[in-house]
């Protein structure tokens, strides 16, 4: 049985200031000398880049809803073994999901889920006795899920702060654990609906110990760790002892400013199968590492570095040519971006890139796309045969200025399916052995795909 300490913390809503209080308090933690597993409920990617930092170890992401609950729970205690406490940071509001009504991809699921407490940071500006009936209400709303203190944000003083600690002083209300006044925490700049990845930003430190040293001041950590170690052992599935899969081939991942968007665990999968990964970098890199037997584009910022892409000519041109050869290509979102014709800016600027897909990615000013898809398989494709599902996410800022599938050569292997409405579109453009889609697409949704992907490698190796 597993038994680590272990904290969610949640939102009444997005904005209220979860992100910001999770480094906080996981930096705080650190400079204690204690040992923080990370984790991140949802997709992003980009929150994870910041707690990997605060915490000096790997953050994992976990969502019920892209890989199901005994995932989750396998993933995170696979994750947080040698951890002295496991700090989950939540998505959106904290019962925000799939559906009302329904727990499923929301924090709160996965605070059941690891059978963990719960502190809840609400935006307490111009609160007074309002405060309780809030946290009451979120404390009693699901029975699987315990909302175990609160944290206050953006309070108008300390004696406001003292306040609100008095009104949670009633029978059955978690108590307040700190209040942070406004203006405590230092600005953290945003991109889109996320926070600009941590590797973008030079004063990314000093930021974490900006926000360390406001926590440390305004929240009572002792109360943290004892809310962290009230929680009830968690059964370990324990699944047959597999025999390791002996190296079969070497699959390029990209991997640099421009290219960092992968779920840790997918990754893993892949290695699992028997892909030794190698990282390159498109942006540095002159060409492509030797012996490749298949790449990875991930998804990341290619259009904030594409200036510095095109004038790669030499990796550019290593690109068409493995693409020429047949051998398997893999790009999501940042990927498929790499793999066009070249990026339109805002201003009309064209920067050329691979030219595999026939199309250009014209940036737009707000996003194109936005949630949870189901990738329905139409044909035979890397991952997966017809009829195959996989889950996933879209999240981006551009579109594509023509169909690359109206090109004889070219087909469509996704429908994608919006989980929410029911929306249907055609996606997942392939040309024999290169996909590419701008969903984001995690492997555990489907078991068995990280393996197929190794299959269609190895067909072409041995072929």
């Not at 009936?133 to 699901?142: C, D, E, I, S, T």
């Not at 702060?161 to 008095?166: C, E, G, R, S, V």
């Not at 000093?206 to 009830?232: F, I």
């Not at 991997?255 to 999968?269: M, R, V």
Request: hydrophobic content about 40%; proline content about 5%; charged content about 20%.
């Amino acid at each position: 049985m597993l038994n680590i300490p272990r904290i969610v913390i949640a939102g009444t809503q997005s904005g209220v200031g979860k992100t910001s209080f999770s480094l906080g308090l996981i930096r705080a933690l650190v400079r204690k000398g204690i040992k923080v597993a990370p984790f991140k409920v949802g997709p992003d990617f980009l929150d994870p880049t910041y707690l990997r930092l605060a915490a000096g170890r790997q953050c994992h992401n976990l969502d019920g809803w892209m890989m199901g609950r005994d995932y989750v729970g396998t993933l995170f205690s696979q994750a947080a073994a040698g951890a002295d406490v496991a700090v989950v940071e939540g998505v959106m509001g904290m019962f925000d999901g799939m559906a009302p009504g329904s727990l499923e991809g929301s924090t709160a699921q996965v605070a059941a889920t690891l059978q963990a407490p719960v502190i809840l940071v609400v935006d307490a500006g111009g609160m007074a006795g309002s405060l309780a009936a809030m946290a009451l209400g979120y404390a009693r709303f699901h029975n699987d899920v315990k909302v175990a203190g609160v944290i206050a944000n953006k309070v108008g003083s300390l004696s406001h702060a003292t306040l609100l600690k008095a009104a949670l002083e009633i029978p059955g209300a978690p108590p307040l654990l700190g209040g942070i006044v406004r203006g405590s925490f230092p600005e953290l700049k945003s991109r889109h609906l996320g926070l600009v990845t941590a590797t973008q930003r030079e004063d990314v430190e000093e930021k974490l110990d900006m926000l360390a040293d406001t926590v440390e001041k305004a929240v009572d950590l002792e109360a943290v760790m004892s809310m962290a170690r009230q929680t009830s052992p968690m059964a370990e599935k324990i699944s047959a002892e597999k025999a390791p899969i002996p190296f079969r081939a070497r699959l390029g991942v990209a991997w640099d400013s421009a290219f960092h968007f992968y779920y840790p665990d997918n990754l893993k999968a892949l290695e699992d199968a028997g892909l030794e990964l190698v990282r390159f970098s498109p942006l540095s890199d002159r060409r492509l590492p030797e012996r490749l037997d298949a790449i990875y584009y991930g998804g990341g910022y290619p259009e904030q570095y594409a200036g510095e892409l095109a004038e790669n000519k030499t990796m550019l041109e290593a690109a068409r040519s493995f693409l020429a050869s047949g051998r398997p290509v893999y790009a999501e979102c940042g990927g498929l971006i790499y793999l066009s014709r070249g990026v339109e800016d805002g201003d009309g600027k064209k920067w050329p890139l691979v030219g595999k897909l026939a199309a250009w990615t014209r940036m737009l000013g707000r996003f194109r796309a936005l949630g949870y898809v189901e990738a329905r398989l139409t044909r035979q494709s890397l991952f997966g045969a017809e009829g195959d599902r996989l889950r996933g996410h879209r999240f981006h800022y551009s579109e594509l200025t023509e169909d690359p599938a109206a090109k004889p050569e070219w087909s469509q292997a996704y429908e994608l399916v919006r989980p929410r409405n029911g929306e249907k579109s055609q996606e997942g453009y392939q040309h024999g052995r290169t996909l590419a889609s701008y969903a984001h697409i995690h492997f555990a949704s489907a078991p068995g795909a990280a393996a197929k992907f190794a299959e269609q490698i190895m067909e072409v190796k041995t072929g």
